[in-house]
């Protein structure tokens, strides 16, 4: 049994050491409307160089068969936009959501961070309703240095956004917030009415 308790403990330290090792993050990418496919960029450097990781997507057209599947994703959108409106409307959920975000951007540091974002719902009231929380929640989220510009438009869906961060994080620390925030009570408090029957 000591033996068992010995090799546990070890690998949680193992692991845990690793989890301490900051992971640097480059980030580029960027989306037009209105066929303009998403091209994006990222390049991940952990241990101290030793391992490094380049994704790449370029700019292509879209694939015939993604089309086919897209009439039953804007369906399965509209059946969420009820759940998606309680919680937007929820105030628990939008404090949680802030007090989340907050903790997350502290336990980033931010080299450099710009995003200009340009965005609409088919609904010009749900477009509003995001921009209402949106606007809110970045207050006080963001670095004094970054170029962050996040603009609503009420003409119709649309999504748009050109982006370059460079962070480093620290997976534990992220594990710590996101686990708190998931095990909170407010939380669950704050999910359940959106997932009531309508």
């Given at each position: 049994?000591?033996?068992?308790l010995?090799?546990?403990?070890?690998?949680?330290?193992?692991?845990?050491?690793?989890l301490?090792?900051?992971?640097?993050?480059?980030?580029?990418?960027?989306a037009?409307?209105p066929?303009?496919?998403?091209?994006?960029?990222v390049q991940?450097?952990?241990l101290?160089?030793?391992?490094e990781l380049r994704?790449?997507?370029p700019r292509?057209?879209?694939l015939?068969?993604?089309?086919?599947?897209?009439?039953?994703?804007r369906?399965?959108?509209?059946?969420?936009?009820?759940?998606i409106?309680?919680?937007?409307?929820n105030a628990?959920?939008?404090?949680?959501l802030?007090?989340?975000?907050?903790?997350?951007?502290?336990?980033v540091?931010?080299r450099?961070?710009?995003?200009?974002?340009?965005?609409?719902?088919?609904?010009?009231?749900?477009?509003?309703?995001?921009?209402?929380?949106?606007?809110?929640?970045?207050?006080?989220l963001?670095?004094?240095?970054?170029?962050?510009?996040?603009?609503?438009?009420?003409?119709?869906?649309?999504?748009?956004f050109?982006?370059?961060?460079?962070v480093?994080?620290?997976?534990?620390?992220?594990?710590?917030?996101?686990?708190?925030?998931?095990?909170?009570?407010?939380?669950?408090?704050?999910?359940?009415?959106?997932?009531?029957?309508?």
């Open positions: 049994m000591a033996p068992l010995l090799a546990l403990a070890g690998l949680v330290g193992l692991l845990t050491a690793l301490v090792v900051p992971i640097d993050i480059a980030f580029a990418g960027a037009k409307p066929d303009e496919p998403v091209s994006r960029v991940l450097r952990w101290f160089g030793l391992l994704i790449e997507r292509t057209g879209r015939p068969h993604r089309q086919a599947k897209w009439p039953a994703r369906a399965a959108k509209r059946s969420r936009r009820p759940r409106r309680r919680l937007l409307f628990l959920f939008r404090a949680q802030r007090r989340l975000l907050q903790q997350l951007a502290h336990a540091h931010w450099t961070l710009r995003l200009h974002v340009l965005f609409g719902l088919d609904d010009p009231a749900d477009t509003g309703c995001l921009w209402g929380v949106l606007g809110p929640l970045s207050t006080g963001l670095p004094a240095h970054a170029d962050v510009v996040i603009r609503p438009t009420f003409e119709g869906p649309v999504f748009a050109q982006g370059t961060a460079e480093r994080i620290v997976p534990l620390r992220i594990a710590r917030v996101l686990l708190v925030f998931a095990l909170s009570p407010a939380t669950w408090r704050a999910l359940r009415p959106a997932w009531r029957s309508r």
